[in-house]
């Protein structure tokens, strides 16, 4: 079973508006949480990494929430622009791993003009 | 900036061809990492070696091997490929293991097996 779900598995969203992606997770014990972006046909590109005492944090229109209690995080897109459409993708990291990162499925997202 | 080049963006093979994907980081990274992403399935760990010479199997690693004789580089080898392993694969790398390893990844390498 997957410890880290993502939803909604995909989104329409008009230019210019705001969206929330979510990330639940139960893995444990927890480390960090990142939000990656993927291009269609790229690589995964870090957008943020939180610890589990940050509670938010911002890459230029993205920001990251993380709430450690009850393991949820979400990734809010401001404004949003056709270069946005991509998959966003959760990542846990758990403390006693160095090495082992727990990837959720991704949120796939599609701006429309 | 962290660069993690991989040797083919697409890459046609035929069943039963023996397969090197390699992967190259500039960074100076202690670990680097192979998986294969699927629709529906997410990324998942093939193989990570922490070290030269040293590997360690990730969740799927029947099918594959791997090398890494230079710190740099890091190879997925396929003995034998099979149509089952057509997938997209994606390399990464990251500085130690630690409380922020973040992992760097490479562009892909779209694998069909014919």
């Known amino acids: 079973k997957n410890q880290v779900e993502q939803s909604p598995q995909s989104l329409i969203i008009l230019e210019g508006k705001n969206c929330t992606l979510q990330?639940?997770?139960?893995?444990?014990?927890?480390?960090?949480l990142r939000w990656y972006k993927q291009d269609t046909g790229r690589g995964p590109v870090s957008l943020t990494i939180?610890?589990?005492?940050?509670n938010t944090k911002s890459n230029g229109r993205y920001t990251a929430t993380l709430d450690a209690d009850t393991k949820q995080s979400s990734l809010h897109i401001t404004a949003s622009q056709l270069s946005d459409s991509a998959s966003y993708i959760c990542?846990?990291?758990?403390?006693?791993?160095?090495?082992?990162?727990?990837f959720g499925k991704g949120t796939s997202l599609l701006v429309t003009p | 900036d962290v660069k993690v080049t991989q040797s083919s963006r697409y890459l046609v093979k035929r069943t039963g061809e023996k397969v090197f994907l390699e992967c190259v980081q500039d960074?100076?990274?202690?670990?680097m990492f192979w998986y294969r992403q699927d629709p529906g399935l997410g990324l998942r760990l093939i193989y990570f070696?922490?070290?030269?010479?040293?590997?360690e199997k990730g969740d799927i690693p029947e099918g594959y091997s791997v090398s890494r004789e230079k710190k740099e580089r890091f190879s997925l080898i396929l003995e034998s490929a099979s149509t089952n392993q057509t997938s997209m694969y994606l390399c990464?790398?990251?500085?130690?293991?630690?409380?922020?390893?973040?992992?760097?990844f490479g562009p892909g390498t779209r694998l069909t097996v014919l």
């Open positions: 070696s922490y070290d030269v010479k040293m590997k």
């Open positions: 990542v846990v990291s758990l403390s006693n791993s160095g090495y082992a990162l727990n």
């Open positions: 939180m610890t589990f005492s940050e």
């Open positions: 990464a790398s990251s500085l130690s293991a630690g409380f922020y390893n973040e992992q760097f």
């Open positions: 990330c639940n997770y139960t893995v444990s014990p927890f480390s960090n």
């Open positions: 960074m100076d990274h202690e670990n």
